[in-house]
């Protein structure tokens, strides 16, 4: 296990991107899965979603920004508590996962409810322990900003301010978060070599572990109850509450092992 610990330890983050045409896809790994023709990133909506990202304005009391829970120095996940925290000091139901290689997945959030990046914040901001808020909330607060709208004409080509728009130019932002710059990356592509332990490591890890946690993602992006007892105050379902499957009970998605030394606490409910 320490072998294996020593290997996984190894993952850093790096932040690949090539603007104005978009991310840089990294050799020896498959074809995104998310269709940039919809929304080809940009500089200028790179950067507008960057800004939306760390502005707690799209909260309820302006109190809570996407990064109040995904971190930029955990791997953009948190590290202070198990489960995420909201506006007036509320408490969600999970763990915010670290937000790493989203082009590569075909659905999001533990149980899978969402099946496209654009969507994805949606969920946080209409969550009552979380942002508390609305779309339609955030887009009316947005054109009433003095900076806003300057920012969406440089993104979009007008100063026109809308939910679907918002939702892009944060993805854009989103696409930009690529981890794949790690020592094993660097050891595949034969710049660098595993130390003895990592070798070892590496070699349990194939044998034992990459059936769920598939190179070079490391996640299959599959649903597993992997045995452990529901929690009695949470009483969350998982996959299933989604599925509406008995089979697919307490079965959650497979994190990625990416940057896993900045992502504690661990699992769908940080235990």
Known sequence: MKQVLIFLLGFFSVAAIEPPDG???????????????????????????????????????????????????????????????????????????????????????????????????????????????????????????????????????????TGERTLKAISQFLLTLVSADAKYDRVIQHKESFTVQEENGYRIFKKHCAACHTEPLFTNSKYYNTGLAEDPFLRDQGRMAISGKNEDSLAFKVPTLRNIAYTYPYMHDGR
């Not at 139901?93 to 590569?104: D, G, I, M, Q, T």
């Open 23 to 161: 991310m840089l896809i990294p050799k020896n790994w498959p074809q995104p899965v998310y269709k940039f023709t919809e929304n080809p990133p940009t500089a200028s909506g790179i950067s507008l979603g960057r800004k939306l990202f760390y502005d707690p304005l799209l909260s309820a009391d302006s109190s809570i920004s996407c990064a109040s829970c995904h971190s930029p120095y955990n791997s953009f996940a948190h590290t202070d508590h198990a489960l995420s925290h909201g506006i007036r000091d509320s408490i969600g139901r999970r763990n915010a996962p670290a937000l790493l290689n989203l082009a590569w997945q075909k659905s999001f959030m533990h149980d899978g409810a969402i099946h496209h990046l654009d969507m994805v914040p949606l969920a946080p901001i209409s969550h009552p322990a979380e942002m508390g808020s609305t779309i339609q909330t955030t887009v009316a607060r947005l054109k009433m900003h003095p900076d806003y709208p300057a920012l969406y004409q440089k993104a979009f080509g007008s100063p026109d301010i």
